[in-house]
T-cell receptor, first 113, second 113 residues
Framework: DQQVKQNSPSLSVQEGRISILNCDYT??????FLWYKKYPAEGPTFLIS?????DKNEDGRFTVFLNKSAKHLSLHIVPSQPGDSAVYFC????????????FGAGTRLTVKP | NAGVTQTPKFRVLKTGQSMTLLCAQD?????MYWYRQDPGMGLRLIHY???????AKGEVPDGYNVSRLKKQNFLLGLESAAPSQTSVYFC????????????FGPGTRLTVL
């Protein structure tokens, strides 16, 4: 069962504009969420996280919003840069047990110059 | 500080052959993970380890075995490879709490003919 879902396989935006990547989850026990970024031929790298006690976390150009009632989170990138072009994964620990990490299918972001 | 390394980077196997993927980390992390990434599926957890000498099953463990004889190494074995095991395999490690960031290796691309 896919407990973390990213329903948009791809997103294309113009440089300088806002990128919004979405993630939905079904397991109400999730209390922490992470976003990872992956370039081709590399492993994912951590980008930003949010605890369920917060509804927003900001780090430079990256902001993650959490809506617990809707079981939805989103990653905002402002302004978007060509170097942000990558696959973004949403993840949450605790799907299988406390040591598990569940990942979404990923969204490929393309930022056009 | 190399972080997480994986050997080999690429491998082609014939159905029924066996192989071992090696993951090594130099960050003294307790937890280590093996994931597979397939198109449209995100990363799925195969097996994980919470410390030297321990292993546990993840979401998709069938057809794989693992060993953690040394804290810094986590081996993933395929005893009899099948075409369904064609995938990109990622190793990761982490320390700290369950929400702690995972650090990923660069991946191994495995093709089973």
């Amino acid at each position: 069962d896919q407990q973390v879902k990213q329903n948009s396989p791809s997103l294309s935006v113009q440089e300088g504009r806002i990128s919004i990547l979405n993630c939905d989850y079904t397991n109400s026990m999730f209390d922490y969420f992470l976003w990872y970024k992956k370039y081709p031929a590399e492993g994912p790298t951590f980008l930003i996280s949010i605890s369920s006690i917060k509804d927003k976390n900001e780090d430079g150009r990256f902001t993650v919003f959490l809506n617990k009632s809707a079981k939805h989170l989103s990653l905002h990138i402002v302004p978007s840069q060509p170097g942000d072009s990558a696959v973004y994964f949403c993840a949450a620990p605790g799907g299988y047990n406390n040591n598990d990490m569940r990942f979404g299918a990923g969204t490929r972001l393309t930022v056009k110059p | 500080n190399a972080g997480v390394t994986q050997t080999p980077k690429f491998r082609v196997l014939k159905t029924g052959q066996s192989m071992t993927l090696l993951c090594a980390q130099d960050m003294n992390h307790e937890y280590m993970y093996w994931y597979r990434q397939d198109p449209g599926m995100g990363l799925r957890l195969i097996h994980y380890s919470v410390g030297e000498g321990t292993t546990a099953k993840g979401e998709v463990p069938d057809g794989y075995n693992v060993s953690r004889l040394k804290k810094q190494n986590f081996l993933l074995g395929l005893e009899s490879a099948a075409p369904s095991q064609t995938s990109v395999y990622f190793c990761a490690s982490r320390d700290g709490g369950r929400g702690a960031t995972q650090y990923f290796g660069p991946g191994t691309r495995l093709t089973v003919l």
